[in-house]
């Protein structure tokens, strides 16, 4: 016998942010696999972790060259690990380019490619197109989470806190995913990948934090080239540099607790940043300043520490080679390829790609391709400015200082630009140009490399789908099979044989989690004390020290028979990403 949940209208809750507790609903599941396959000192199991900073670029770190910024926590662990000169991400904004990195592919082939779908639609007009319904991307069915793979090798998967991929995961992507979550929480002996994400730097900062104090003092700041030099772009920067320098403290704290945990030594540990920005003319873009990421990785027990490497990577790489650092084998399916690890590719990437379309309720269609020295732009829609305008980033200083200045006739010639309409065709030589202001498309001596650019972005084109071509609301009912509303995950069914309980979904790429409950035994949540330095901390919706409720853990069904005796309960929570998820309770009698 069995009790069916059908989970249809707590996922609608899911989607507001801006509530704390639907948030720690969707972001926080746990489980572990049932099995290990060893302790995670072997060399093929290593620690992995991440340190992810929001909107940052490479030019307001010191050892990428800025000398007025402090960060010796940074500039230590850049001592440690290898600096990547070349890394991208595939687009310029937040949820977009985390969506590439959680599941290894190019957002536009799984129509993630429109910023804010799911998590910050508050930010967008309930008219778009006509009505645009939230919506939970529909995934193609064989992509997953990249951390269900390493769950399934006996991996602990932590990630504190942001998501932010364009759809609800399933309970299988994490064992915890809040505000709490840590390696800590493993078994002992149990490889981990852990995700530490920090605030402090995202755009919303450089408003939010107004009339706090500044470490960097505005006029010893130097203005890129692309801003009037005012004292208001003064103040910003000095606030952006301010807060690099607060989140290098942060990240002091973070390794201070690794090497207490005696982790530090033996991991692997990734610095880079989710995209560029987080000033006016950075962030949103695909251009050098909108993609060009820093990026360290420590190797265990100082491999290679202090060296440089220039090859070209994008984001979607990140995926693979975690799993290859892992010696698991890549699923094919995935559009990057490893740089580092058991798997890595013996060809080096030529170019990396980037997009743009949808920003918040600004509509856009921008597809461009790039190596280390070069970037090819294609613009679908000429017609418009390179500048949207969007409401969030208006409370930030600078920009309407520069809307000020445009309006009254004052604005200087480069900043101007960027209000200008857009060319269908854009080339740039970005080691001589790095704001990329000299087109040079029609420069004769380059049309050969032109060309070449042309049709690399063409064969991309050809080998990845792009749904960007569509309507969105095309999308959304393609996505949908043409029906008014998310579809469900098909209820799984549990069944008994002789050697034990297998489960089964007639759903197509459903990942399926479960927990066994003995007699007796409630699925109550867990206490945790919330210990973060993510967005929502940042800005106050979650306080550290506090305590919040997790789920119990899920384990990742793997085609396993399960034993279980009579009075036990299988709970079973079966999800197709950008469906609603199906549970049911299993009565093992």
């Given amino acids: 016998m069995f009790k069916i949940k059908i989970m249809t209208n707590k996922i609608r809750k899911f989607i507001k942010l801006n509530q704390y507790l639907m948030l720690s609903f969707i972001l926080i599941f746990s489980g572990c696999n049932s099995t290990l396959k060893g302790q995670n000192e072997k060399k093929n199991q290593p620690n992995i972790i991440w340190i992810t900073i929001e909107d940052l670029s490479p030019e307001f770190l010191g050892f990428y060259g800025n000398k007025l910024v402090q960060t010796p926590n940074l ?9 990547y000169m070349n890394v991208h991400t595939v687009a310029g904004v937040c949820s977009v380019s985390r969506s590439a990195i959680i599941t290894g592919m190019y957002p536009t082939s799984i129509g993630t490619q429109n910023h804010s779908i799911l998590t910050w639609h508050k ?3 309930s008219k778009i197109e006509g009505l645009l319904p ?7 069915p064989n992509v997953k989470c990249f951390t269900e793979y390493l769950r399934m090798n006996g991996y602990y998967c932590a990630n504190n806190e942001k998501e932010d991929y364009q759809f609800v995961p399933p309970v299988t992507a994490w064992d915890e995913s809040s505000a709490a979550a840590t390696y800590q929480n493993r078994k002992e002996g149990q490889p981990f990948f852990s995700i530490f994400n920090f605030g402090i730097t995202h755009e919303s900062q450089l408003f939010m934090r107004e009339g706090k104090p500044l470490t960097v003092f505005p006029d010893n700041v130097i203005v890129p080239t692309i801003f009037q030099n005012t004292p208001t772009v003064h103040k910003d920067l000095a606030r952006l540099l301010t807060n690099v320098e607060i989140v290098d403290k942060q990240i002091g704290e973070l390794i201070k607790r690794l090497k207490e945990d005696g982790v530090y030594d033996s991991s692997y540990i990734f610095f880079y940043s989710d995209h560029g920005g987080a000033m006016p003319w950075y962030k949103r873009e695909i251009t050098e300043r909108g993609t060009h990421i820093p990026m360290l990785v420590k190797f265990p027990k100082g491999d290679r520490a202090g060296t440089v490497n ?7 790489d990140f995926a693979p080679t975690v799993l290859s650092l892992a010696s698991i084998e890549p699923p094919s399916y995935l559009q990057g390829q490893c740089f580092l690890g058991k798997y890595k590719s013996r060809t080096p990437r030529k170019y ?4 743009r379309d949808r920003m918040d309720g600004k509509y856009d269609r921008v597809r461009s391709v790039r190596n280390a020295d070069y970037q090819y732009i294609y613009n679908y829609f000429p017609d418009r400015t390179y500048y949207q ?19 009254q006739g004052k604005l200087d010639p480069i900043p101007m630009s960027w209000f200008n309409k857009k060319p269908v065709e854009e080339f740039y030589r970005i080691s001589d140009d790095p704001y990329q202001l000299n087109n040079l498309i029609n420069d004769r ?47 799984p069914k549990v069944v008994k044989t002789k050697s034990g309980f297998n489960i089964s979904c007639a759903t197509d790429g459903a990942s399926i989690g479960y927990k066994i409950l003995k007699k007796g035994e409630n699925d ?25 409720k997790v789920s119990s853990p899920w384990k990742v069904y793997t085609n396993n028979l399960i034993q279980l005796e009579a009075g036990d309960k299988l709970l079973v929570n079966a999800h197709r990403i950008g469906y609603d998820p199906a549970i049911i309770v299993y009565d093992a009698n």
């Fill in 75 to 83: 500039d230590a662990l850049r001592a440690e690990s290898v600096k």
């Fill in 123 to 125: 930010n967008i007009p």
């Fill in 134 to 140: 939230i919506y939970s991307a529909v995934i193609p």
């Fill in 310 to 316: 220039n090859e070209l990577i994008s984001e979607i």
């Fill in 352 to 355: 990396v790609f980037a997009t």
């Fill in 389 to 407: 305008d969007i409401e969030f980033r208006k409370k930030i200083a600078t920009l309407n200082e520069m809307l000020e200045l445009r309006d």
């Fill in 445 to 491: 001596d380059l049309q050969g490399m032109i060309n070449e650019f042309r049709e690399s972005l063409q064969d991309w084109d050809k080998k990845y789908p792009d749904l960007g071509k569509m309507q969105e609301l095309d999308m959304i009912k393609q996505m949908w099979s043409g029906a008014d509303e998310r579809p469900h995950t098909a209820i």
């Fill in 524 to 548: 109550n949540p867990i206490e945790r004390i919330v210990n973060s330095w993510c967005i929502f901390t940042t800005v106050g919706e979650i306080k550290n020290g506090q305590s919040i």
